[in-house]
């Protein structure tokens, strides 16, 4: 797909591009835990000859892909409640142990989607704050300040256009500074104190453009 | 002699008074305690404050002790899904009070309660809406929210396997919240689908002493059903 503005030359990430882009970045022996929905796609990705550990909230170490079609048991789900399977060595534990994981420091990585980053890494990604919606958190907020690394991943910009990156969070926030990396359609970029900083872009997107885009000056 | 094993969930259930707090297990599929649930709204008990992960889902359980207008109050942190539109119905009418928390801190508190933690500070949430107006400190330069602990009356729990000393093991991700819950509640109701003679379980791996546990109840081994999914990536 490319952007609708006709000077575009540049093509975003489809989604398993962007899964395997931030696959690419998970290291061997790394304890991960993906999040709900786009991050899980991370999982399909993961490069061969690294032993990756994956964490999922409701109490499993060592979670496996879905398992063959008949073979689901309910009792052995992720946090999307969708069947999962565990590998050798897995473990199972109470949820209090669980978010002792995350809070404690002993999750390397976390990957969440997200509605909005700031550029000094405060995250919006449970509540739009819409009037009248149900409010509901689940692990997001200890997931984003738990981990030793908080990845977000996400479009760039949202379906009118408009960064997802900005400079201040509209949104309600989930975690204040506590987004170290965005892994985007466009682009994948740091968070820092200090603001924003250029990893990488897709083949085509300049620098300049990019900084366009999101309306913020980006580090190189 | 200690002899935990309740004949029946009804026996398990008597005393459980109206206005009680009920812990209840359960993540998605996983160690949902149903047959307690359709117990506890047998028993009748009234007015309750329930603590879960989420808010029911379809009519079934949860859903269905909130449909028979038993309960006063929901701590949860998950309320919202696709098929929680009995919550939904009661939350909107003004008819169900929601306290809403992170999912951490709802097994932290539980777990303060059990283990006779007064309060405790916790970095999850600070700064955000779910903090606003409580006490926080800076500790090592780093900031957090007290949180208080969140005792039982009751707690039902799904296990898979027990003895007449009230010791439980789980299955897979059905343990959730179980032993954390049990820890944390005065009258502890734990189904299983086996008991075992005292001895059988092999100590080093009882996930649930006895001690936390107050009545044990067999029940038929039903395969956890599907349903509750969110929508796949």
């Given at each position: 797909?490319t952007?609708?503005?006709?000077?575009a030359?540049?093509?975003?990430?489809?989604?398993?591009?962007l899964?395997a882009?931030v696959?690419?970045?998970?290291?061997?022996?790394?304890?991960v835990?993906?999040?709900?929905?786009?991050?899980?796609?991370?999982a399909?990705?993961l490069?061969?000859?690294?032993?990756?550990?994956?964490q999922?909230?409701?109490g499993?170490l060592?979670m496996?892909p879905?398992p063959?079609?008949g073979n689901?048991?309910y009792d052995?789900i992720?946090a999307?409640?969708?069947?999962?399977?565990l590998?050798a060595?897995g473990?199972f534990f109470?949820?209090?142990?669980s978010?002792?994981?995350m809070r404690g420091?002993?999750l390397?990585?976390?990957?969440l989607?997200?509605f909005q980053?700031?550029?000094?890494?405060d995250?919006?990604?449970?509540?739009t704050?819409?009037?009248g919606?149900?409010?509901?958190?689940?692990?997001?907020m200890?997931?984003?300040?738990?981990?030793k690394?908080?990845?977000v991943?996400?479009d760039?910009l949202?379906?009118?256009?408009?960064?997802k990156i900005?400079?201040?969070?509209?949104?309600?926030?989930?975690?204040i500074g506590?987004v170290?990396r965005?892994?985007?359609?466009?682009?994948t970029?740091?968070?820092t104190?200090d603001?924003?900083?250029?990893i990488d872009?897709v083949?085509g997107?300049?620098h300049?453009?990019l900084?366009?885009?999101?309306?913020?000056?980006?580090?190189a | 002699?200690?002899?935990k094993?309740a004949?029946s969930?009804?026996?398990?259930?008597t005393?459980?008074?109206?206005?009680?707090?009920?812990?209840i297990?359960g993540?998605?599929?996983?160690?949902?305690?149903l047959e307690l649930?359709d117990?506890?709204?047998e028993?009748?008990?009234?007015?309750l404050t329930?603590?879960?992960?989420?808010?029911?889902n379809?009519e079934?359980?949860?859903?269905?002790?909130?449909?028979a207008g038993?309960?006063?109050?929901?701590?949860?942190?998950?309320?919202?899904?696709v098929?929680s539109q009995i919550f939904?119905?009661?939350?909107?009418?003004g008819?169900l009070e929601l306290?809403?928390?992170?999912?951490g801190?709802?097994?932290?508190r539980?777990?303060?309660?059990?283990?006779?933690?007064?309060a405790f500070?916790?970095p999850?949430?600070?700064?955000?809406e779910?903090?606003?107006g409580?006490?926080t400190?800076?500790?090592?330069?780093?900031?957090y929210?007290l949180?208080y602990?969140i005792?039982?009356?009751v707690?039902l729990?799904k296990?898979e396997?027990?003895?007449?000393?009230?010791n439980?093991?789980?299955?897979m991700?059905?343990?959730?919240f179980?032993p954390?819950?049990?820890?944390?509640?005065?009258k502890?109701?734990a189904?299983?689908?086996?008991i075992?003679?005292?001895g059988?379980?092999?100590?080093?791996s009882i996930?649930t002493p006895?001690?936390?546990?107050k009545?044990?109840?067999?029940i038929?081994?039903?395969?956890?059903?599907a349903?509750g999914?969110?929508?796949?990536a």
């Amino acid at each position: 797909m490319t952007m609708s503005t006709t000077t575009a030359t540049y093509q975003r990430r489809t989604k398993d591009q962007l899964a395997a882009r931030v696959a690419q970045d998970i290291f061997d022996g790394a304890v991960v835990n993906l999040g709900i929905g786009q991050p899980t796609l991370v999982a399909n990705h993961l490069p061969a000859g690294r032993e990756i550990v994956l964490q999922s909230e409701n109490g499993i170490l060592g979670m496996g892909p879905a398992p063959a079609a008949g073979n689901e048991d309910y009792d052995l789900i992720n946090a999307g409640k969708q069947p999962v399977t565990l590998l050798a060595g897995g473990s199972f534990f109470h949820h209090a142990d669980s978010f002792a994981m995350m809070r404690g420091g002993h999750l390397d990585i976390c990957v969440l989607g997200a509605f909005q980053v700031s550029a000094t890494g405060d995250l919006a990604n449970w509540s739009t704050g819409e009037e009248g919606a149900i409010p509901a958190v689940g692990g997001a907020m200890d997931l984003a300040i738990g981990a030793k690394q908080t990845w977000v991943m996400m479009d760039l910009l949202t379906k009118a256009g408009v960064s997802k990156i900005v400079k201040e969070c509209s949104y309600p926030l989930t975690g204040i500074g506590c987004v170290k990396r965005v892994y985007s359609d466009l682009a994948t970029i740091e968070c820092t104190p200090d603001g924003l900083r250029l990893i990488d872009t897709v083949d085509g997107l300049t620098h300049a453009e990019l900084e366009k885009l999101i309306g913020l000056p980006i580090a190189a | 002699m200690i002899d935990k094993i309740a004949p029946s969930i009804a026996d398990a259930m008597t005393g459980i008074q109206d206005g009680a707090t009920v812990l209840i297990g359960g993540f998605g599929t996983a160690g949902i305690p149903l047959e307690l649930i359709d117990g506890l709204i047998e028993q009748g008990a009234r007015d309750l404050t329930v603590v879960n992960n989420n808010a029911g889902n379809g009519e079934t359980g949860l859903a269905a002790l909130l449909k028979a207008g038993r309960v006063r109050k929901i701590i949860c942190s998950f309320p919202r899904q696709v098929d929680s539109q009995i919550f939904d119905g009661l939350y909107r009418s003004g008819k169900l009070e929601l306290e809403l928390v992170p999912q951490g801190n709802l097994a932290e508190r539980i777990r303060a309660a059990g283990a006779g933690i007064g309060a405790f500070f916790c970095p999850t949430g600070y700064g955000t809406e779910l903090a606003k107006g409580r006490e926080t400190r800076e500790i090592g330069g780093k900031h957090y929210v007290l949180e208080y602990p969140i005792y039982g009356d009751v707690a039902l729990v799904k296990a898979e396997t027990g003895d007449r000393w009230g010791n439980l093991n789980y299955r897979m991700a059905a343990r959730n919240f179980g032993p954390v819950m049990a820890m944390a509640s005065k009258k502890t109701i734990a189904t299983v689908h086996e008991i075992v003679e005292l001895g059988a379980l092999d100590p080093e791996s009882i996930v649930t002493p006895g001690v936390f546990v107050k009545h044990v109840v067999k029940i038929d081994r039903v395969a956890t059903q599907a349903g509750g999914f969110k929508k796949a990536a």
